[in-house]
Structures are given as C-alpha cells and as structure tokens.
C-alpha cells in the first residue's frame, strides 16, 4: 500500500510539474491527449474550468473520445502558429489556454482602443471594426487553422437587470460574428453566446472598470475537421 500510495503522489506532482513549467504548447498539448485521455466533459474539463472560470468547460468540439499524444501535437504547433501571428494584432492580447478535449486553444481579447461598448449599446465603432478587418485577415490566411472553431462570448458590465444584459452581450457577440462573416470568416466556424455580466474582468464599483467589462473574448479552438485531420497525419 505505501508503494502504491508513493506512485500516485509520483503521478500527482507529475501533473502539478506539467502544469506549472514553461513547456512547449505544442508538446503540453500532446502530454495532455496522450496521458489524460482528453475526454468531453470530465476530467480535464472540469479542472480547465476550475482554473480558467468556465473555458474548459465549454469551448472545444465535442470529440467524443480520447485524442492521441501525436495528434494533440500537430494540434499544438498549429495553434502556436496562430497565436504568434495574433500577437502582432494592436490592441489585443492573445493568451493560451485548453478546450475540453484538453488541446491547445487561443483567447484574443481586445483591450483599449479594441472592441469596447457603450452601456447599453452593441454598435461596433470605427476602432472595432479595424481590429475586427485585421483580425479576420489573420483567421483567413494560411493553412495551419483555416477550419479552426471560433468562439465569441458577449459580456456586460453589472449594471442593469440580468435579464437585459443577457440580451445585451448576446447582441455584442453576434455583432461581432456578423462583423467577422462579412470579413470572409465562414459563419459555419462560429459560435456565439451572452454571459451578461457573469465574467468580469475588472471592478465594477468604477466608471473605468465597467467599461473593460463591456467587452467579447474571442476563442479558437481545434474544430472536429482538424482533430480528424491531425488523427490522420499521427498515422
């Protein structure tokens, strides 16, 4: 029992040193679909929503089944490609995180000067749809995620009833899809969905804290065309 007790704490820091080095994406994605089975909903899920709110939890295809060391790999170096040609966008900050499968995925958020709204409002002004045109650029160009899924998650600051604001941050997303389908990105690739003010990112007793909360966050993520296709080069 002590041998076996010794194992699983071996097996535990393990993950813990997984998670907390500075590892390649493309390798830690690989680590994660190969060692953790990578399935919808449970497991890795549950602890990418716990770490990252509720990402995990929600973005991703649904797989289905566990996807394999390589292909989690050749998924990995994708989106490392992506995700360097969205750091060069202005006024966004481009960051990593998982899907449920447990694969390497991009969150784009717009700061100042980026996607912003008026209280009340879902209008795309003049500096969004800049940074939209390049932005959609970006996820037309190349081969690499061409058929990558694309998440748009709405958000309110706390004002107003939950009700409004719900219809408020979908209508935020969805004008930002519509921006983005006009652009050449297929409608087909995105999701939308309203969290109203479920998610804020700053305080929202301030003036300027509400306004960064006034905002979308946009996800990309392996759609099941590139987990196939990743499948197919592992073999």
Do not use: W
């Not at 940074?131 to 748009?152: H, P, Q, R, W, Y």
Request: glycine fraction near 12%.
């Amino acid at each position: 029992m002590k041998i076996k007790s010794l194992i699983i704490m071996a097996g535990l820091s393990a993950g813990i040193v997984l998670t907390g080095c500075n590892a390649s994406s493309a390798t830690k994605g690989g680590i994660i679909g190969g060692t953790s089975g990578a399935v919808v909903g449970a497991g890795v899920g549950a602890l990418v929503a716990k770490k990252n709110r509720k990402k995990g939890a929600l973005i991703g295809a649904a797989a289905g089944a566990a996807v394999g060391t390589t292909a989690g790999i050749i998924i990995g170096k994708k989106m490392d490609k992506k995700k360097k040609e969205l750091a060069a966008l202005d006024n966004a900050s481009v960051e990593e995180v998982e899907d449920q499968n447990g694969l390497k995925a991009i969150q784009v958020t717009f700061g100042e000067g980026g996607i912003k709204f008026a209280v009340g409002k879902s209008d795309l002004n003049a500096a969004a749809k800049a940074n939209l045109d390049k932005f959609a650029a970006t996820m037309t160009s190349g081969e690499d995620v061409s058929s990558a899924d694309i998440t748009i998650e709405g958000h309110t600051d706390s004002t107003g009833s939950d009700a409004k604001n719900r219809e408020i941050s979908q209508s935020r997303a969805n004008a930002v899809k519509s921006y983005l389908v006009s652009k050449g990105v297929p409608a087909s690739r995105i999701t939308t969905r309203g969290l109203a003010s479920d998610y804020p990112v700053a305080d929202n007793s301030t003036k300027a804290g509400q306004a960064q909360n006034r905002r979308v966050e946009v996800y990309i993520t392996a759609s099941d065309d590139m987990i196939k296709q990743a499948e197919a080069e592992a073999k």
